[in-house]
Structure formats: C-alpha cells, structure tokens
C-alpha cells in the first residue's frame, strides 16, 4: 500500500472515531455541540505531552489523552448541562474556543501558537483500524443496552424520560463524556500520526465539521456517521482542487441534505443485510413519492 | 385500609394565578379516584406537582409514608409513581417496544461494563425484560405492534401504549390525565372499565382525571372535583351528583353546554 493511500485511510479512520462521538452525543442525545474539536485538542495535547516530556509508552499517553477529555468533560458537564439545548450549544462552542485559546497561550508547556513538535510517530494503520473497530464495537454495545435506549428517550421525549425514572442529567452527562473520551481518543491518535499539532487545528471549523457529518449521515444512526465520514474524508482528497472549499462544500450539503431528505442519509436506521435487501423497494417508494408531489 | 397518596394543603402558583389552592387528598390503596372539574381546574397542575415536574409553592405530599414533596420527577417515578399525559408524550421515533423497553429500564440491573462487554449477565437480563416487555403489550392489546414507530399509531393505541410504558415501571400509583380524551362515550367507558381490570391485576391505585362525567362516576370510589385551583367538593359518587356546589360550578354549566 502506498503512504498516501495509508494516510488517507488513517486520517478516514481517526475520524470515524471523533465523529462517532458526536454521534452518540448529538445523533442519540440530541445534545448539539459545536467543541468537540476542543476535546480533541487536549487528548492531543495531553498525550503529546506524555509521551515527550514523560516518556510514557504510547498506550499510556492515549489512554492519558482520553482521561483528561473525560475530567474535563465532567466538570463542564455539571456547569452547563442543565441549560436548554440552544444555550447548551453556546457553552460549547466558547469552550472549544476557550480551549484553544488557552493552549496559545501556555506557551511554555504547549509551545502556543507555533504549534507543538517533535512527537514521535506511533499511530500505525493497524493501531488506527483496531482503535475503529473498539470504538464502534463499544458505541454499538452501549447504544443497545439500557444505557442507550435511555439516551434515546431523553432525545425523543425528556419530560417523557423523567416519568420512566430516567435520571435525565446523569445520562446527558454519560453521554458528553462518552463523547469527549472518543475525541480524545481521536485527537491523541491525531497527534501521534502528525507528529505536529497547532491550536488551529482543532478550532470552530473541525467542530462544525465533525457535527455536519453526524447530520448528513443522519442523526441516531452510527453507519450512517461512519459512511459520512469516510465519504466526507475522501472527497477533498479526490478533489485536491476544491479541498480549499471544503467548509463551503460542508455547507451547502448541509443545507441541501436538511431540505431534501431531513433525517439525512442514514436517518435512525443502520445499515444492515435487511436493510441492504430491501434497498430497492425503498428507492421505488422514493420515486414513487417524488413523482405523486410533481 | 392503607393510605398510599396523602396530599396535605398543596398550592402552587404562577405568578399571580394560583393554578392550586390548598388542595388535598388521600388515597387509599386499591381504589380509583377521580379527579374531575372544568379547563383550566388545575387538574394537569396536580400531577405535575406530585411527579415534580412542578415545585409546589407549599403544602406536603406523602406518598406510602415517605416525604416526596420536593423530589425530582425521576425520583418519583423510581419510588413507584407512574403516569400518561393528556396531550401523548411517547418516545415517537421508536418501536412500540422499545418504549416500553425503556421504561422497564430498573428491571435491567447490570453495569455499563457488562453491557460493553457483553457478559453473560447482560443477555440473561435483556431477555428477560423483553420477554415481560412483550407480555405486557400482549395485555394491553398492542402484541402484534411490536416492531411499529409509535409516533404512526392510531390514536387509541397511543394512549393504550402510554399506559403500557408507565406499567412497565411496576408503579404502585398510577396517575392518567384524561385517558379516554377524544374518545366518544361509548369508547371512553370501555377503556376506563379496562382500567379497571389493569388495576385489579397489577395492584394498582389509580388518581384518573376524566372528562365524561358518567364514566367517572361508574368507576371512581371517590371523587374530587376542582374549580379554578379550588377544591369544592369531595366524596363518592352520589354525594358528588347531588352536591349543589357542583351542579352550579360544572355540571350545570356542562348540561347547559351539551
Ligand atoms: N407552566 C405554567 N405556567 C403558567 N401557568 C400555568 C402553567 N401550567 C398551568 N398553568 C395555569 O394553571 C391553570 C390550571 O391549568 P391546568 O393545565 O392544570 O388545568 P386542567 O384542569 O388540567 O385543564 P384542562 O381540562 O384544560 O386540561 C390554568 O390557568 C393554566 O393557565
Ligand atoms: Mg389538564
């Protein structure tokens, strides 16, 4: 396999992870966030660290990485979690700011805005294929089990949850740190592919980014995040010559998948073999729809 | 005969209306009670304050000897208080399974690392709440709906699902917001005598606000009827039909409406 193709599927790869994230978060929650880019910053960050300056084997600054994001997960929890969901996202949105703000500026320990080098290569395409299967298997085992169902009903009806005995800000916090922790997880693996990070690489527009995907791939559906996302990943990559109006691509798919099909690709369904095999019927009905509205 | 609801002087306001005015109750176990009165009785208010949805502004509510006046609506719902609301609130983009799956959520008694991980512990338990999940939709008539959204049920069946989902809690107390509402008469009476038969098997009490008045009255061992937050009569049936305070405040005024 050549590099380039190696890179481009470590880079699908990392991510799916960060993505799938969100997924849980927003596409299961209905918490939207616009800073989990931030979260990734301090897994890379984090782990970077550890690995220079501790000299910590790379198992450990990873799992370092992903329990700080979740520390931190916890304490901004508790302060904004109980806000109503548009105020929510505003806290979000300044802490991923803040976060990489606040990364500038620790020089001395960050190495601010220049960016921070010289961290060893340890993510390999194995690590990142293997890190992918652990991340969905997880996700996929956490969303079918009660904890899942119980974020699913505070998505669809949180007053509705309360009544059932769901203790809704317990939940709604599982599922912001469960999100962080992937971040983390992203951005550690991240940082140890690139050997290089700057604040600017996590800032607003990989956060926008991240959540896009999640709702073009459709909200509730953990195949459709991951199918996003490799599609996503790979199309600036196809076409070198657009990749600089990749946030612009972002917004007008968003715009054009929220109009034609509201619950995006894959909207509260999973890719299956049932699923697959009905396929045809579905673009009949599709068309069929289509046609009695012209 | 053992009380399980005791409601002491309840008032909750909104700024300056008073939705409830010292309002009280008891329940004794085992019965249905009514709670009737025109739109705007805080009768809706009544519930959301026991389930602490609502703060109350003062007043006690004690439910089977233990204070829950000012605990979260999770809270109450775990202490064994369930309840349907009177414009539907179901989990509408899942399966009529899966709500009622969700809602049987402390029957699944196993840790987040054994659902990850997938032990043994994890299936015995999952199969087992399916299987009482699918019993009590069989109960409730809903048996061959399984695998439909909710949100795209007929509307009979939504309100038959809301009473499913808040049985699957095994409540003690069961508090349905006007259960047959828009339902004709005929419709009404035989979901209520339905009731009836749920409360006998799963040992329920039942505090029922309904609007068909006769309906009520077949059903309801006591009854209390409310007029802009204020409690203005409380009794059985027939103490209920012959008091002049209510005839003047709401059958009078429903009579003279049909
Ligand atoms: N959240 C709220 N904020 C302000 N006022 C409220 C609120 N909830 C209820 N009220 C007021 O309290 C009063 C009682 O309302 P409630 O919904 O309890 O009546 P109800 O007896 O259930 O009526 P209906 O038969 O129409 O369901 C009404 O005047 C209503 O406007
Ligand atoms: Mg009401």
């Known amino acids: 396999m050549s590099g380039y193709v190696e890179g481009v599927i470590i880079l699908i790869g990392i991510n799916i992870i960060a993505v799938l994230g969100v997924s849980i978060l927003t596409g299961f929650t209905r918490l939207f966030s616009f800073g989990n880019a931030g979260f990734m910053a301090i897994g890379a960050y984090a782990s970077a660290i550890l690995t220079t300056k501790f000299n910590m084997p790379f198992l450990i600054s990873l799992l370092g990485g992903m329990l700080m994001a979740a520390l931190i997960s916890l304490a901004l929890g508790k302060l904004t979690l109980g806000l109503k969901g548009d105020y929510f996202l505003i806290t979000t949105l300044g802490f991923g700011e803040c976060t990489r703000v606040l990364i500038e500026f620790l020089d001395p320990i960050t190495g601010g805005a220049r960016g921070y080098a010289g961290i060893p290569q340890k993510t390999t395409l194995l690590i990142v294929l293997i890190s992918v299967a652990l991340a969905i298997t997880v996700a996929r085992n956490l969303l079918n089990s009660k904890y899942g169902r119980n974020l699913k009903a505070i998505r669809e009806q949180e007053i509705a949850a309360d009544a059932v005995g769901i203790d809704t800000a317990r939940f709604k916090q599982l599922s912001f740190t469960v999100s962080a922790i992937y971040a983390g997880w992203a951005g550690a693996l991240f940082a140890h592919y690139y050997m290089f990070i700057t604040p600017a690489m996590f800032n607003l527009d990989k956060s926008s980014e991240l959540t896009i995907t999640v709702v073009i791939g459709g909200l509730g559906s953990l195949t459709g995040s991951v199918i996003a996302t490799t599609v996503l990943t790979l199309l600036p990559e196809v076409l070198r010559s657009v990749a600089n109006y990749r946030m612009l691509f972002y917004g007008i798919a968003v715009v054009l998948i929220i109009t034609l099909r509201p619950n995006g690709l894959m909207g509260y369904k999973e890719l299956s073999a049932s699923w697959i095999k009905n396929l045809p019927i579905q673009v009949r009905r599709m068309f069929r729809c289509r046609k009695e509205v012209a | ?258």
Do not use: W
Not at chain 2, 214 to 235: H, Q, Y
């Open chain 2, 1 to 258: 005969m053992k009380e399980i609801l005791k409601i002491a002087n309840l008032t909750k306001k909104f700024g300056g209306v008073c939705a409830i005015d010292n309002f009280s109750v008891t329940l004794e176990e085992g019965t249905v009670h009514g709670l009737i009165g025109p739109n705007g009785a805080g009768k809706t208010t009544i519930f959301n304050t026991i389930t602490g949805i609502y703060k109350p502004t003062g007043g006690t509510i004690e439910f089977m000897g233990k204070d829950i006046t000012n605990k979260k609506p999770y809270q109450v719902a775990q202490q064994g208080i369930g309840r349907t609301f009177q414009n539907i609130r179901l989990f509408s983009q899942l399966s009529v399974l899966e709500n009622v799956f969700i809602a049987g959520h402390m029957d699944a008694d196993y840790d987040l690392f054994a659902a990850i991980l997938r032990l043994n512990k994890f299936g015995k338990k999952e199969k087992y709440l399916r299987e009482n999940c699918i019993e009590l939709l069989k109960i409730l008539g809903l048996s061959d709906k399984l695998n439909e959204k909710a949100g795209s049920l007929p509307y009979g069946h939504q309100r038959k699902l809301e009473i499913a989902r808040a049985l699957a809690l095994r409540p003690k107390l069961l508090l349905l917001d006007e259960p047959a509402a828009g339902m004709n008469r005929d419709e009404s009476k035989e979901l209520v005598e339905f009731i009836n038969e749920l409360k006998e098997k799963f040992k329920l009490t039942i505090l029922m606000v309904e609007h068909h008045m006769d309906v009520v009255m077949s059903i309801c061992r006591r009854i209390t009827v409310l007029n802009f937050g204020k409690t203005i009569a409380e009794g059985t049936a027939k103490e209920i039909q012959t008091n002049k305070l209510v005839r003047e405040a709401y059958l009078g005024g429903e009579d003279a409406a049909c």
